[in-house]
């Protein structure tokens, strides 16, 4: 296992790395650079999703309560990935659910734009990001969504039988200059990515905690056979007060790509 050993002076030179493409060589030996430089030098069209998660495959309690899973070290990791991105995506219930910030607070480090897939337009726009003047917020809503006014540059996505495709989500967002995803949430909108084929990297953090019952942090459609499985090559981190799983899914996502698959983030995503 690999430990994760930040130093001020590091986290540094990883940030003058975001955008360069790796232009900027560090050590790549160095357990943190091989975790955080791909991030941070990633050139066009980089997808990473993030879930911090209990021993027992737990994101929350049956009652919704999600605070405290991830442990500080666990907490700081996700921020990293904030701030290494040029955007962070979550779905219209992690919203409503957690009325999160979306910023950059455990770390130094520049805050992401803020999107929110909104497919019906269910946010009210009283919302904690609409109103804390922070990064600006994007939202996703789809071409016959309702209209409403909103303290945010909204994004009109074409809507198929079963939601808007995560691939359209991301061509908009490259239109905008945002290439650098991390997709933090909810598990259904982490599956559908996972399962269009456009997700590069899986960060699975997992906390010394357990829940016994409520959510999963990915929800993904049954199989009914292992061998159908998501086997993605893995490296194995501690942070600290958690351990890191950094799966590879960009050979994953190569094949489902090639297999021509409708996936779409649905309304409630």
Request: glycine content about 10%.
């Amino acid at each position: 296992m690999r430990k994760i050993d930040m130093t001020d002076q590091l986290w540094a030179r990883l940030l003058a790395m975001r955008g360069s493409a790796g232009k900027v060589t560090l050590d790549e030996t160095d357990p943190t650079v091989s975790l955080y430089a791909p991030i941070a030098a990633a050139g066009d069209g980089f997808v990473l999703a993030q879930v911090g998660q209990s021993l027992d495959g737990r994101v929350a309690t049956l009652s919704g309560d999600a605070r405290d899973i991830s442990g500080p070290d666990g907490i700081a990791h996700l921020h990293r990935c904030r701030a290494l991105v040029e955007a962070v995506v979550v779905g219209v219930g992690t919203v409503k659910c957690d009325d999160p910030r979306l910023s950059v607070r455990a770390v130094k480090g520049p805050n992401p734009v803020r999107v929110v897939i909104d497919c019906r337009a269910e946010l009210t726009g009283d919302e904690r990001l609409f109103r804390d003047g922070g990064a600006p917020v994007i939202l996703i809503q789809a071409e016959d969504a309702p209209q409403k006014a909103y303290r945010a540059d909204v994004l009109r996505v074409r809507r198929g039988e079963g939601g808007i495709d995560p691939r359209d989500i991301l061509q908009a967002l490259a239109g905008r200059g945002l290439r650098r995803i991390l997709v933090e949430g909810g598990a259904r909108t982490i599956a559908r990515f996972i399962e269009a084929g456009v997700v590069d990297r899986l960060h699975v953090a997992i906390a010394p905690l357990i829940i016994g019952s409520g959510p999963a942090g990915i929800a993904l459609p049954p199989i009914d056979k292992l061998a159908n499985a998501h086997r993605p090559d893995a490296r194995v981190y501690a942070l600290g007060s958690d351990i890191l799983f950094d799966c590879d899914l960009k050979s994953c996502a190569r094949s489902a790509a090639g297999q021509g698959e409708d996936i779409r983030v649905a309304d409630h995503a």
